[in-house]
């Protein structure tokens, strides 16, 4: 069964940097869009942070990340990373890794769009 598990989280003061890592187990997501997104505390929607394309050539952030984050894909290790620098807290959040496996190329940024999803992997930034 196709699964994706992240890990990498953690707590970190303002400033620091952290790294995710997503690992696909399987089956391969090499050819497909990848997606981080993140959900702040309960009552909050889950929100897109990064996408990169099938072969790392196109990468999209949402505004509140640009600048600071850097997603990118090993594909030989079927993985893809989150680098986040100069954090925040309003960065914390449960971080899931998703995987789009429509025919689209697009980087995709809506939830209903990406059919395999982590558990998530709590990041907590102390201010």
């Known amino acids: 069964q196709a699964r994706l598990v992240e890990s990498g989280g953690g707590l970190v003061q303002a400033g620091g940097s952290l790294r995710l890592s997503c690992a696909a187990f399987?089956?391969?997501?090499?050819?497909?869009?990848l997606g981080w997104f993140r959900q702040a505390p309960v009552g909050k929607e889950r929100d897109f942070v990064a996408g990169i394309s099938w072969n790392g050539g196109r990468t999209t952030y949402a505004d509140s990340v640009k600048g600071r984050f850097t997603i990118s894909r090993d594909n030989a290790k079927n993985t893809v990373y989150l680098q986040m620098n100069s954090l925040k807290p309003e960065d914390t959040a449960v971080y899931y890794c998703?995987?789009?496996?429509?025919?689209?190329?697009?980087?995709?940024?809506?939830?209903?769009?990406?059919?395999?999803w982590g558990q998530g992997t709590q990041v907590t930034v102390s201010s």
């Open positions: 998703a995987a789009d496996i429509s025919v689209s190329t697009s980087i995709r940024t809506g939830v209903n769009e990406y059919e395999y």
């Open positions: 399987g089956r391969t997501f090499n050819n497909n869009v």
